[in-house]
């Protein structure tokens, strides 16, 4: 058993929605659990996973833990950055890779140790690929703890060319009264009606437009 797992997520992401319940299954890996929402908390101990986390986490804090975790909803080394299943999504991809990887001194660059993928029928909006991309998350940093410490055998070093995405602002939500819902709805998919609501300007006016399923 390992002596100490820390979890660390931005205090405001959606992902610690399904940080308690886990916190309380990795008791069965570690004697101790910490759950932390700022990377200058970060102290010594076995493995570290950054879910939801944009912290960028300096050398002397990664050196804390044997091992620092992320999971990423990219083909790493492509779809680097930020909010890559947004971007993903946006470029027409219903097929969202994610990967569990080593976190290094640059940013998204360590070697990768398990790959799955989440698939999509193109209908699903952000609150339901969330749900799906915090249960895959949480299953491959399971998958990571079962077969520890076989698994760092399977590290692969990325390879090929890499590309990046920019965070996202609330302008990206901005639609085109001109055009189509047909034409806008993967921007309407991916839009936070609580955080970031889809708008458009008409006659002077600005106006919020929000989708949701009708069950």
């Given amino acids: 058993m390992l002596k100490k797992i820390t979890v660390v997520s931005d205090r405001k992401n959606w992902i610690n929605d399904f940080i308690p319940k886990w916190l309380y ?3 069965k890996y570690a004697e101790e ?3 932390t929402h700022d990377v200058k908390d970060l102290t010594s101990g076995d493995i570290a996973f950054f879910l939801g986390c944009e912290q960028i986490v300096p050398p ?3 050196a804390l833990n044997s091992h620092n975790l992320v999971v990423h909803a990219s083909d790493l080394p492509k779809g680097k950055g930020w909010s890559p299943l947004t971007w993903k999504i946006l470029q027409g991809d219903n097929e969202i890779p994610v990967v569990l990887f080593e976190a290094a001194d640059k940013v998204d660059n360590g070697p990768i140790y398990l790959r799955e993928k989440l698939v999509f029928q193109g209908t699903e909006l952000i ?3 969330r749900m799906e991309l915090g249960r895959k998350s949480i299953a491959l940093c399971n998958q990571f703890l079962e077969q520890y410490p076989g698994v760092l055998a399977q590290a692969e070093p990325q390879q090929g060319e890499s590309s990046y995405y920019p965070r996202r602002t609330p302008e990206d939500s901005r639609l085109d009264p001109d055009r189509s819902i047909r034409e806008q709805f993967q921007l309407m998919r991916v839009a936070d009606n609580a ?10 006016c600005t106006f919020e437009v929000k989708v949701e399923k009708r069950r």
């Fill in 195 to 204: 955080r970031y609501p889809c708008y458009f300007e008409l006659n002077g």
């Fill in 33 to 35: 659990i910490v759950w």
């Fill in 25 to 27: 299954s990795l008791k």
């Fill in 60 to 62: 002397a804090l990664l």
């Fill in 127 to 129: 609150g339901e690929m």
